[in-house]
């Protein structure tokens, strides 16, 4: 029955990890679009 | 894009002859790659002490293991030094169909690997006592296609690799997934001969079917990877 | 005509963004009612117990990662045919011709090898076909790559799920962590080949990655089946332990196997999905990036 738990915790584990790399992921491509536009005048002239 | 055959074998012929008068020439890589392998062979025989019959049935293993290890440490030498002298560049713009530039370097690659494999099979027949109990003409065949099929990617491998950074270790993490199946078969071909329990045909075939796919693949695509930007 | 296709996008994409959360919180539902499925309604399998119930899991994880990955290889030939129109159009006549085999050879060949249903290589060989085409017609162009990518990426967190659940039932059942047997190990060895493909995609050059990694993945896709049918030749000649032996299945167990696929389905859809929207914005950040490289005084969107 322990293999049954591990199994099903192993494949959420493994899930929810790359969830998380891809949240961190995208948080961090967010500040960098923000300091992108900070950076920057008007555009488009 | 077609060009007479002539011509082609022409290209194999003057790429190869100038790799081949090279690597003479410098003679670096050579020395070094024959030390190379004898260390290889030394330090797997002392990991390993089998009796001769135990040793009949893992040295198909170890052997090729081994040769694994030496052609990879050739192939990353030979498209290394066409990166630093820009040769690369140079074949890109030239007319030569890439196809033959690829068969020569293949066909290089193979003759250096097969030179250190005939250097260190004595080494380790010596080593563990190796008696082949079945055909051992067949280990013949089964040497030089499974040398093809490690050469044929490696050499593509190894032009993928050439740009990438830590190419060094790419050229492994790529090739040694790919030549599974043909590691599969020229293990259990050896054994087999070896221990002459069982027939090796059914592994000769699926090697040579590997090798045709492979090379066939390999020449479809170089084309691609020569030219990728 | 970019302006045009921009407002068309922003169209589309506002009403991909509203589907987002409903779909997330279908799956979410879907997911949990297919567990309870599996932990608790499923009928407790005769020899092995409880344990079996890991195959609710291990199997949809596979058949997922099996899909990805042959949607990251239709990817793959598509960027590499896509400017060769002898290529693509003997892509194109393949993708139908195997769609159309697989129908006939379900109706024409008798009797199929055990455990194969007429319905499933119907069904096996129409898929070949509809989502060659359904990924050229919705992901042209750069898109095909980004989709390579993402596919690739979520084909190996499923694989590794499998790996992971595999040994995890063969444990109890069969007392052995791992065999070499067919499934396990040409899983074992597409899942090496698409960790080299994301080391492939990671190290090279952006320039060229695309076309590096798309001949690794045709590689990838000659390799497999060579793996298989070799294991599976030596294997029919030395019998070995099969970790989860084929087989007919109860009727109830096959109702809740598919309910988890569903699921798993749905959410590897989500999980692609997303991956695909960071991709495409960390793209569009890379170009602004390289064009304040150029530091081109002309430039604008």
Redesign the interface.
């Known amino acids: 029955?322990n293999?049954?738990y591990?199994?099903?915790s192993?494949?959420w584990i493994?899930?929810i990890t790359?969830?998380v790399i891809?949240v961190r992921?995208?948080h961090n491509?967010r500040s960098?679009?923000d300091e992108?536009k900070k950076g920057e005048p008007a555009?488009?002239? | 894009m077609s060009k007479p055959p002539g011509a082609v074998a022409g290209v194999i012929q003057a790429t190869l002859a100038k790799d081949l008068r090279l690597e003479w020439r410098s003679k670096d890589a050579i020395n070094s790659m024959l030390f190379f392998s004898l260390l290889v062979v030394v330090v797997f025989s002392f990991s390993f002490d089998p009796n001769a019959e135990e040793s009949r049935q893992i040295a198909g293993g170890l052997v090729w293991v081994a040769f694994l290890f030496a052609a990879v440490v050739a192939l990353s030498q030979t498209w290394a030094r066409e990166l630093r002298n820009q040769v690369l560049d140079a074949y890109r713009v030239s007319p030569a169909p890439a196809n033959s530039l690829f068969l020569a370097k293949a066909l290089g690659n193979f003759i250096f690997v097969a030179i250190l494999e005939l250097l260190m099979t004595p080494l380790f027949i010596m080593f563990y006592k190796l008696r082949a109990l079945g055909p051992a003409w067949q280990l013949i065949p089964i040497a030089a296609l499974g040398t093809w099929a490690i050469v044929v990617n490696g050499t593509f491998f190894a032009a993928m690799s050439l740009r990438t950074r830590s190419r060094e270790i790419m050229l492994p993490l790529l090739l040694f997934p790919v030549c599974i199946p043909a590691l599969l078969a020229m293990v259990n071909a050896t054994t087999a001969i070896l221990t002459g329990e069982l027939s090796a045909k059914f592994w000769i075939v699926l090697l040579t079917t590997y090798d045709v796919v492979f090379t066939i693949a390999c020449l479809l695509l170089f084309e691609l990877v020569l030219h990728a930007e | 005509m970019k302006r045009q296709a921009e407002g068309d996008e922003c169209g589309h994409e506002n009403c991909m963004k509203r589907a987002f959360p409903i779909f997330a919180v279908l799956t979410a539902v879907l997911l949990s009612y297919a567990l309870y499925e599996a932990l608790v309604a499923a009928p407790t399998e005769q020899t092995m117990g409880n344990v079996q119930r890991i195959f609710y899991y291990h199997v949809p994880s596979a058949w997922t990662a099996f899909l990805l990955f042959f949607i990251n290889f239709v990817c793959s030939i598509q960027y590499l045919v896509r400017r060769d129109k002898v290529a693509d159009s003997i892509a194109n006549w393949v993708a139908i011709v195997l769609g159309v085999a697989a129908c006939a050879a379900a109706v024409v060949i008798r009797p199929l090898p055990s455990g194969v249903e007429p319905s499933s290589v119907a069904t096996t060989g129409l898929a070949i076909t509809g989502l060659y085409f359904l990924v050229k017609r919705y992901f042209s162009g750069s898109r095909t790559d980004a989709l390579a990518l993402v596919t690739a990426e979520v084909g190996v967190v499923f694989c590794t799920v499998v790996l992971v659940t595999g040994p995890l039932w063969a444990r109890p059942v069969w007392g052995i962590w791992w065999t070499w047997d067919v499934r396990l190990t040409s899983t074992l060895v597409l899942w090496l080949i698409y960790i080299s493909y994301l080391m492939l995609r990671r190290f090279s050059a952006s320039g060229q990655t695309p076309v590096l990694a798309a001949a690794l993945a045709i590689f990838g896709a000659l390799d497999v089946p060579l793996v298989y049918f070799s294991i599976w030749i030596f294997r029919t000649q030395h019998p070995q332990p099969v970790i989860g032996g084929g087989g007919s299945i109860d009727p109830r167990m096959l109702h809740v196997l598919l309910i988890n696929w569903l699921a798993f389905l749905c959410f590897a859809a989500l999980i692609c999905w997303s991956r695909y929207r960071l991709e495409v914005l960390q793209r569009e950040v890379e170009e602004i990036h390289a064009m304040k490289g150029l530091q081109d005084p002309r430039s604008s969107g």
């Open positions: 029955m293999f049954l591990a199994a099903y192993a494949t493994i899930h790359y969830l891809l992921r995208y491509l960098e679009i992108l555009p488009g002239h």
